[in-house]
Antibody
Framework: QVQLVESGGGVIQPGRSLRLSCAAS????????MHWVRQAPGKGLEWVAV????????YHADSVKGRFTISRDNSRATLFLQMNGLTPEDTALYFC???????????WGQGTLVTVSS | DIQMTQSPSSLSASVGDRVTITCRAS??????LSWYQQKLGKAPKRLIY???SLQSGVPSRFSGSGSGTEFTLTISSLQPEDFATYYC?????????FGQGTRLEI
């Protein structure tokens, strides 16, 4: 069965960096584009970034552009989100999600919580 | 960016009720819309894709309709497990954008 397990979250000071990981299993990871979506405490869902199956094409939301970078290692079936210059507004539960085709997000992980606070 | 306006933001209903949630897109998105259900602290679960296609394993009381700029999610007869928050997602253009959510409560 498809499984996505995020890790790497925690409490971090403003301005610092953090790298999130999403370990995939149960499907051929290298065949699928992947997304990050976040949810601030008590708020709605916000799309963050997408990366094509081969890592060749990526898009980031304006709110994170220039600070966050999505990447992947297909040999390890793992998706990453490198987050630099974190601010309190980045505090959220970060989900990874599989793109079954044309931005259709079918399976989601359970999320990893990032708290940016001094 | 495409704005998704979802209504209502909250809805009180009872078991057995029929409820409808609406999403309006700021520009035409064909049928590039999905509906998700989220329970507290859990990952979103896809219910509907391509505006009207039912995700495998989702009960048939859930249905979606619409195309272009106006979309609806209907639950024909509410069950206790349906009380949750619902979101629409447009997948037509980047950035992907979600509606603000509809909290469905008793």
């Amino acid at each position: 069965q498809v499984q996505l397990v995020e890790s790497g979250g925690g409490v971090i000071q403003p301005g610092r960096s953090l790298r999130l990981s999403c370990a995939a299993s149960g499907f051929s990871f290298s065949d699928y584009a992947m997304h990050w979506v976040r949810q601030a405490p008590g708020k709605g869902l916000e799309w963050v970034a997408v990366l094509s199956y081969d890592g060749g094409t990526k898009y980031h939301a304006d709110s994170v552009k220039g600070r966050f970078t999505i990447s992947r290692d297909n040999s390890r079936a793992t998706l990453f989100l490198q987050m630099n210059g974190l601010t309190p507004e980045d505090t959220a539960l970060y989900f990874c999600a599989r793109d079954v085709a044309a931005n259709h997000l079918d399976y989601w992980g359970q999320g990893t919580l990032v708290t940016v606070s001094s | 960016d495409i704005q998704m306006t979802q209504s209502p933001s909250s809805l009180s209903a009872s078991v057995g009720d029929r409820v409808t949630i609406t999403c309006r897109a700021s520009q035409g998105i064909r049928n590039d819309l999905s509906w998700y259900q989220q329970k507290l602290g859990k990952a979103p679960k896809r219910l509907i894709y391509a505006a009207s296609s039912l995700q495998s394993g989702v009960p048939s009381r859930f249905s979606g309709s619409g195309s272009g700029t106006e979309f609806t999610l209907t639950i024909s007869s509410l069950q206790p497990e349906d009380f949750a928050t619902y979101y629409c997602l447009q997948q037509n253009l980047y950035p992907l954008t979600f509606g603000q959510g509809t909290r469905l409560e008793i």
